[in-house]
């Protein structure tokens, strides 16, 4: 196995197990608020284990038609928990998981059958060792890189997973920090080597780095936490394609080091933002005005997560700075990761702000 296999695999199985630890309790309470007669808990607890099980699949398998296997089988367990509260928007927004999923595993399976045609493999490993690839086979991986998108809701496919923070919290963590989109930069990142100093790989760059400053600035209007949160995940997944289409050395260990601080950092946050909700009835950060003074512990670990997205000692700080030097020559791409970053700090550093000022007297709560 590689370094990026080793990595994922370790971030899906420890931070996928965390996330069902947490789950156990918060399943309970989330159940009590809906008052149901009778759990889904099983069915719930199901699904999670079965997702970061196939993820672990999909990240080892050395054989195309089992990556797509899993890939599709990734898709089918987000359907089922984001569908999991069955309310008014739940249905609605795992079926547009499901449909864009779907279309994102037709690309993969597209580009599979092309390049098994034309190089009469399926093993990834010898197709990643080919040399001086034809067009029809930078098609075709260009195919599988699209699908990798889809999975890692880039632009224009972002919609899907801006529609699963209606499932609970804890399915919210898992998708965002070590299963669904860490697939697709996963699937990108492993057939680098394949389409490196090509225009494929350009592309790939400059569409990430879009994704990075778009989805940065949309988040800055944004005033749910889940959303900052969800808007935050694809915009550095952006950054993370845009290290895999730069295609340096440099540029790759920035991408695997952004992966691993960044399902680190994301997990903890989703996670906190889940306790505060049930402890105060609302996502909205202007409703954790003097949040400091009336959940002191908790506000204290979602700072420290925030912290992490943006300041030294942490990793995803370094990361950046090392895929802005990777970034070094290529004018359109540093300009856009530059003004990225800047947008990342102006609104990551709204929701600190709210949480140390009071509350004010008689406001009414978003909800």
């Not at 965390?18 to 007669?37: F, V």
């Not at 595993?105 to 599979?112: H, S, T």
């Not at 960044?262 to 949040?291: P, W, Y």
Request: hydrophobic letters at 55%.
């Amino acid at each position: 196995m590689d370094n990026l296999t080793v990595i994922m695999v370790l971030i899906i199985s420890v931070i996928g197990s965390l996330i069902c630890l947490y789950a156990l309790p918060y399943m309970k309470a989330h159940e009590e608020h809906q008052k149901l007669e009778m759990s889904k808990q099983p069915r719930f607890f199901l699904f999670l284990v079965l997702l970061i099980g196939v993820m672990n699949g999909l990240v080892l398998t050395n054989n195309l038609l089992w990556l797509y296997l899993f890939f599709e089988m990734t898709t089918f367990c987000s359907f089922v928990l984001i569908g999991h509260d069955e309310n008014v928007r739940s249905p609605r927004n795992a079926l547009r998981a499901l449909w864009m999923g779907s279309c994102g595993g037709l690309f993969l399976l597209g580009g599979i059958v092309l390049l098994y045609l034309k190089t009469g493999s399926l093993d990834i490993q010898t197709l990643i060792a080919t040399t001086n690839a034809s067009p029809a086979v930078l098609f075709a991986v260009g195919l599988i890189c699209v699908g990798g998108f889809v999975k890692a809701a880039q632009m224009p496919f972002q919609s899907w997973l801006l529609g699963a923070m209606v499932a609970p919290t804890p399915v919210s963590a898992l998708l965002h920090s070590s299963t669904m989109v860490k697939a697709g930069v996963y699937i990108v990142l492993r057939f680098a080597p394949m389409y490196e100093g090509s225009f494929l790989s350009y592309g790939i760059a400059l569409c990430g780095a879009f994704t990075f400053v778009a989805c940065a600035a949309l988040a800055i209007g944004q005033n749910n936490g889940k959303r900052i949160l969800a808007y935050s995940t694809i915009s550095n997944l952006g950054l993370i394609m845009a290290c895999a289409g730069i295609n340096t050395p440099l540029a790759i260990t920035a991408a695997i080091m952004l992966i691993i601080f960044h399902a680190v950092s994301k997990a903890l946050l989703f996670l906190c933002v889940g306790t505060i909700e049930q402890e105060i009835g609302s996502k909205n950060i202007e409703d954790m005005r003097g949040l400091f003074t009336r959940l002191p512990r908790t506000a204290t670990i979602t700072m420290i997560g925030i912290l992490s997205m943006l300041l030294p000692p942490f990793g995803v700080l370094m990361s950046k700075w090392m895929a802005l030097e990777a970034a070094s020559s290529h004018l359109v791409v540093i300009i856009l990761l530059a003004l990225g970053s800047a947008l990342t700090v102006v609104y990551w550093a709204r929701w600190p702000v709210r949480s140390w000022v009071p509350v004010r007297p008689g406001r009414p709560r978003s909800g």
